[in-house]
């Protein structure tokens, strides 16, 4: 099965906002609720930032937001700072033999 | 508080078998929808799925190494061992095992992950 397919880099610049995208297809990403972001900072493990689409889990910043259209989710931050450089993966449950599929990765640039 | 730890060996010779082992504490996996999961990342690549075990002992794999995976739990030890056999230099990566309220995901808490190298 193939990976969801996330853009391979993303930047911007402090204070302004970024739209990672993540297409899947029905089996996943568009026929259910089930998918998730994690950010990764260089050799360090992957942190939960959004879960089924849009949650955010306690303690993760206001400026991360998650949303779907179709076969597409997304993670938009606002206010980008310093500290959000960092690799994100999308990750979502998936009816086929195996429950679990992720995203090839996009890197974010702070400009 | 909820924290896994992996363990293993940091360098195997092609054609071994790795085996890994997560201690896990502040949950129990005999409790119901609770899952371990291991995932590993190959250096500069992305996360890959391996295998996920529930609080039923029910048990999944990755499709393209199903035939050399085997994943366990010893619920008395809080712990769950990955094996992987005929170890390639391709299968370096480091190795993490990640917990999950439900085989729906998400994953919320992260060991830190083991670093294995595949070298003669």
């Known amino acids: 099965q193939s990976a969801l397919t996330q853009p391979a880099s993303v930047s911007g610049s402090p204070g302004q906002s970024i739209t990672i995208s993540c297409t899947g297809t029905r089996s996943d990403v568009g026929g259910y609720n089930y998918a998730s972001w994690y950010q990764q900072h260089p050799g360090k493990a992957p942190k939960l930032m959004i879960y089924e689409v849009s949650h955010r889990p306690s303690g993760v910043s206001n400026r991360f937001s998650g949303s779907k259209s179709g076969n597409t989710a997304s993670l938009t931050i606002s206010g980008l700072q310093a500290e959000d450089e960092a690799d994100y993966y999308c990750s979502s449950y998936t009816n086929s033999s195996t429950p679990v599929i992720f995203g090839g990765g996009t890197k974010l640039t702070v400009l | 508080q909820v924290t896994l730890r992996e363990s293993g060996p940091a360098l195997v010779k092609p054609t071994q078998t790795l085996t890994l082992t997560c201690t896990f504490s502040?949950?129990?996996?005999?409790?119901?929808?609770?899952?371990v999961s291991w995932i590993r990342q190959p250096p500069g690549k992305a996360l890959e799925w391996l295998a996920l075990i529930d609080w039923d002992d029910d048990k999944y794999y990755s499709t393209s190494l199903k035939t050399r995976l085997t994943i366990s739990k010893d619920t008395s030890k809080n712990q769950v061992v990955l094996t992987l056999t005929n170890m390639d230099p391709v299968d370096t990566a480091t190795y993490y095992c990640?917990?999950?309220?439900?085989?729906?995901?998400?994953?919320?808490?992260w060991g830190q992950g083991t670093l294995v190298t595949v070298s003669s």
């Open positions: 990640a917990r999950s309220p439900s085989a729906l995901g998400p994953f919320d808490y």
């Open positions: 502040g949950f129990s996996l005999s409790t119901s929808g609770m899952c």
